[in-house]
């Protein structure tokens, strides 16, 4: 723990020939308060990790093996990989290590998309306040919140967001996706969740059959958009979504050129669900309460096209209070 009183400390490396990592204005803005140091070279990297006990986050546009080594060697620095490289790439370069070394993944898109995401992920990581579309979202935007009792709610929030996906003018093919991914996003929190959260009298139960949940199982479904972004929002009472099947999950859809073995059959399983979603995005994100609450926020920015699925750098996240 950090010791009182004492200014914690940021690092960012910003590697010469990668890509850059946007606009500085972004880490100012949101480290407000916190010691920001910058460096080009790995080494003045490396060692800044070594002597430097009020780090608390590491920031880098480079798949570096030995710098984030090097802030996994502590277990009090979050690391936070912005990249345009696909995973297959920036796997390849941590020797398969991504989801052990890498806390946090921000797909270098365009600029906007960029320092949106880098200022919105350290000001979760620094604040510890985690939950919400409405962090993604421009201030004025209106945000649409659906409660969801069970299977017989599906059809009819899958239309709305349909259609209130369409009157936004996002066109018929965001509209059609934004159908889809709402699709998903029920399907895990009436049937996976609970199950994964213990309710054992859902075990024996297809995914095909009806279900109407109990009160304290009830979802939420939210949605809303400004003028880069479309969000979209799941919430479940359980808090059952572990980091490690999460990044799972993702490995399988996006080191992959198929969907071969993707699929958990499991019950509480989400692996074709999540390669769905995946496909359809530019960023997944979940916020995880332990035993309280999980949140999985899917991202699509209206900007750029969504392109090889395969080869295209997404912003992946897993957030714990």
């Known amino acids: 723990m950090p010791e009182p009183n004492v200014m914690q400390a940021l690092l960012v490396l910003e590697v010469p020939g990668r890509k ?10 949101a480290t407000n308060g916190w010691k920001v140091i910058s460096t080009s070279s790995v080494e003045q990297a490396i060692r800044t990790i070594e002597t430097t006990p009020e780090l608390r986050v590491f920031v880098c546009n480079d798949p570096n093996l030995q710098t984030f ?3 996994r060697s502590r277990n009090d620095i979050t690391t936070v990989l912005v990249t345009d490289l696909p995973m297959q790439e920036y796997s390849k370069a941590l020797e398969l290590n991504d989801v052990q070394l890498i806390d946090h993944i921000i797909a270098n898109l365009d600029s906007e998309w960029t320092s949106a995401d880098i200022a919105i992920t350290l000001q979760k990581i620094l604040r510890r306040d985690i939950f919400g579309i409405d962090k993604y979202l421009s201030p004025e935007s209106k945000i649409q919140k659906h409660i969801v009792k069970g299977s017989a709610d599906r059809d009819v929030l899958n239309k709305t967001v349909l259609e209130w996906a369409d009157a936004c003018g996002t066109g018929k093919n965001i509209s059609r996706m934004a159908h889809g991914i709402s699709e998903e ?45 479309l969000a979209i929002s799941i919430e ?14 993702l490995r399988k859809a996006l080191r992959r050129n198929d ?45 750029m096209p969504i392109r090889d699925f395969i080869h295209m750098p997404r912003s992946i996240h897993y957030f714990k209070t």
């Open 236 to 249: 479940d009472p359980f808090g059952a979504f572990l980091r490690d099947k999460w990044f799972s999950y």
């Open 20 to 29: 850059p990592l946007g606009s500085a204005m972004a880490l100012t803005v």
């Open 185 to 229: 996003l029920l399907m895990n929190a009436i049937y996976d969740a609970p199950v994964a959260g213990g309710r054992t009298h859902y075990e024996d139960m297809e995914r095909t059959s009806k279900r109407e949940l109990l009160p304290d199982e009830w979802a939420t479904l939210k949605f809303g958009i400004d003028s880069r972004l």
């Open 259 to 303: 969907s071969d073995n993707l699929i958990d059959t499991k019950k509480g399983g989400a692996g074709l669900g999540l390669f769905k979603m995946l496909y359809s995005s530019h960023g997944v994100v979940c916020n995880v309460d332990p035993g309280k609450k999980t949140e999985v926020i899917i991202l699509i920015n209206l900007s």
């Open 69 to 71: 080594k090097a802030a």
